[in-house]
């Protein structure tokens, strides 16, 4: 997650700490603690935050007999990333600092190989998820636009019926051999 990632993801965690509490004034979060809020608030993630969010989704489902988390929880996941890509976002800048006080030093080739094989790596799992199981595109499930804009309930069934991995989405295995 870069800075500009994390100064979104602070304000998005801001708005709805401050929605939620307001609503808990009134008295009302149970009426609007639904699928379809839940479901409106994740549509604003993208990218690893979104990948992020459906695996904590299904992993808490599984853990809750099928019951899905309400605001709450994800007021305290978004939190949590944003605590996550803080820390991140600080390493990386110390990082970038002792970087540039050995820069003789820095490029070794352990460091090379390690690039290397992560393109590599990424280049492999994108040809494995070229078409999509539920739309038949040339994308992955996890970026199909369809299932992202399934209720989740729906997209947990179609997960458990497919015997996906929560996880990963990928089939042949289960979440707890992810
Ligand atoms: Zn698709
Ligand atoms: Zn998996």
Redesign the pocket.
């Known amino acids: 997650m870069d800075l500009h990632e994390t100064q979104n993801l602070a304000n998005l965690t801001h708005d709805l700490v401050n929605c939620v509490s307001v609503i808990r004034g009134l008295g009302q979060l149970k009426e609007v603690d639904t699928d379809d809020a839940m479901c409106h608030i994740a549509e604003r993630f993208e990218g690893k935050l979104r990948d992020e969010y459906n695996a904590q989704v299904y992993a808490y489902a599984k853990n809750h007999c099928g019951a899905f988390p309400g605001v709450e929880w994800l007021q305290s996941f978004l939190q949590d990333m944003l605590t996550r890509s803080q820390t991140t976002a600080k390493l990386q800048k110390k990082d970038m600092m002792s970087e540039g006080q050995n820069k003789a030093a820095a490029s070794s080739s352990s460091q090379k190989k390690k690039q290397i094989s992560l393109t590599m790596a990424t280049k492999e799992e994108g040809r494995n998820t070229d078409t999509c199981p539920l739309c038949e595109d040339a994308h992955s499930l996890h970026e199909c636009r369809a299932f992202l804009g399934m209720l989740v309930k729906a997209r947990s069934t179609y997960i458990r019926d497919e015997r996906r991995?929560y996880?990963?989405l990928?089939q042949g295995?289960r979440?707890s051999e992810?």
């Open positions: 991995c996880a990963c990928q295995h979440m992810c």
